[in-house]
């Protein structure tokens, strides 16, 4: 298995080309279940958690072609299953965005039940209770979510918390449901905008996505269209952060600065300079030392918890003490514990972790169970003093397309090396 090997030390410069967001390149590819025509989708990332949910709606029979620039050409004319069987729901948790979709338009989905996962429970009880109560019949039968609907019927939806993937699947849903859906509550997050714009784009009738409140008109069918994936919000973010903790001058191109507002002010709080255009944000941090931050995650617009992990990070070498709280997963600070091997000072009281930042942090062989924990320890070994193993890479590579010839494009000592064992 890959593993990372950084040397840190070296402060970034340079300019990094963000990819396309993972979160919304996964449900506009199970968005296309819904068109009867072809669909073409660009900006894709070249993804594990991609090449997952491609590889999810082949089984279906979907027929799907990619080009080298990742351009990815769908066809759902001829699907014959509608069925995400649990070896690949097992790999990937987001693959039950495909349940709104199938079920709207073939009026059955046997989707198996996602289980526990590295930062939570993350149960998908609100995206259930949606679809229930747009009509759709549903049983939990052999770790399957067996859904079943002659025709879904819109009605107003109050989600109990808000959910990313929730509103996906049920904005998804009603856009082939006859009369009116609104859904209450609903996340706010640009990747929740950029589907609705997605299915805009092949005739559905939706407003409000980006607010709290999202009507959707039932229409008959949809029809293929060509749609570019959004940028990747929190590549960018990761990427800023690595630029400030080593005290560097980092701009990311190709991005939405307008999406990163809550994490752009916690790095001025830090002391970066900050100067964004259209499509670009700069990062200087004039080669000094950040100041810690406080930070509390929250839905969008609040700042992100697929942010929190990185600025751990940030704090421990930071001058200060700074408070990281996360409220929407219960167990994701297992990197905490990992970067205390790095010689961080960290507290954990409850859902919060103190940290004092130390002048430096010092090498070790780490590992982590989720993606973002993963990039922070990736992240604070840029500041370690020798050479720290990054291991488990594969989580990584689901989420971040080429993370370690980015960061060498700015100067870090990164490598993969393949594990001899
Ligand atoms: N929740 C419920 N019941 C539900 C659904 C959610 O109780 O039916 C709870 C969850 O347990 C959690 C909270 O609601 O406590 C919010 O979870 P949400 O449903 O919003 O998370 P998600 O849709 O499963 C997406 C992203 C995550 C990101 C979260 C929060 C995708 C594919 N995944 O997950 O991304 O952390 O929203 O913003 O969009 C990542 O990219 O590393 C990642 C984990």
């Known amino acids: ?41 660009g900006n894709v990332p070249h993804l594990r958690d991609v090449t997952t949910m491609i590889e999810l709606l082949g089984r279906m029979g979907v027929g799907v072609t990619i080009d080298d620039k990742m ?11 509608c069925v995400a069987p649990y070896e690949l729901v097992r790999t990937m948790r987001a693959s039950i965005v495909v349940l709104g979709p199938l079920l709207a338009r073939f009026g059955r989905a046997d989707v198996s039940l996602p289980g526990g996962c590295a930062i939570g429970a993350r149960p998908v009880n609100i995206h259930v ?35 990313v993937t929730g509103t996906e699947n049920l904005l998804m849903a009603a856009t082939l449901a006859e009369g009116q859906t609104v859904i209450e509550n609903a996340a706010r997050e640009p990747e929740v905008v950029d589907l609705a714009d997605f299915l805009c784009t092949m005739g559905a009738r939706i407003r409000g996505a980006g607010t709290d409140t999202i009507v959707v008109d039932g229409v008959e069918r949809l029809q293929g269209a060509s749609y570019d994936v959004l940028p990747d919000r929190i590549e960018a973010g990761t990427f800023l952060v690595a630029g400030a903790i080593t005290g560097g001058h980092v701009r990311v191109k190709g991005t939405r600065p307008e999406h990163l507002d809550a994490v752009l002010a916690k790095l001025r709080e830090a002391g970066a300079t900050i100067q964004v255009g259209d499509s670009w944000i700069d990062l200087n941090m004039h080669g000094r030392r950040p100041h810690s931050v406080d930070i509390r ?22 001058d200060g003490v700074g408070t990281v709280t996360e409220t929407i997963f219960e167990n994701r600070f297992m990197h905490m514990l990992e970067m205390r091997r790095l010689g961080a000072d960290i507290r954990i009281e409850g ?17 982590a169970t989720d993606l973002r924990a993963s990039v922070s320890l990736v992240i604070a070994g840029l500041v370690a003093q020798g050479e720290t193993i990054v291991n488990r890479v594969y989580h990584l590579d689901r989420g971040y397309e080429r993370l370690e010839a980015k960061l060498a494009a700015c100067g870090a000592d990164i490598e993969r090396v393949k594990d001899a064992a």
């Not at 351009?71 to 299953?81: F, G, L, P, Q, T």
Request: hydrophobic content about 45%.
């Open 1 to 41: 298995m890959d593993k990372l090997q950084i040397r840190g030390g070296v402060q970034l410069e340079g300019e990094v080309r963000i990819s396309g967001a993972k979160n919304a390149a996964l449900p506009i590819l199970a968005g296309t279940l819904l068109a009867e025509g072809p669909v073409s989708i």
């Open 71 to 81: 351009r990815v050409e769908v066809d759902a004319s001829s699907v014959s299953e």
């Open 129 to 163: 209770a949606g679809l229930q109560a747009l009509g759709a019949e549903i049983h939990i039968e052999n770790g399957y979510i067996r859904a079943r609907a002659d025709k879904l019927v819109g009605t107003r939806l109050v989600l109990d918390t808000v959910t």
């Open 297 to 318: 995650t929250a839905p969008h617009p609040a700042f992100p918890t697929d942010m929190q992990a990185q600025f751990a990070a940030l704090n421990t070498i930071a």
């Open 351 to 367: 859902n919060t972790a103190i940290i004092r930042g130390m002048p430096n942090l010092t090498a070790a062989p780490v590992m």
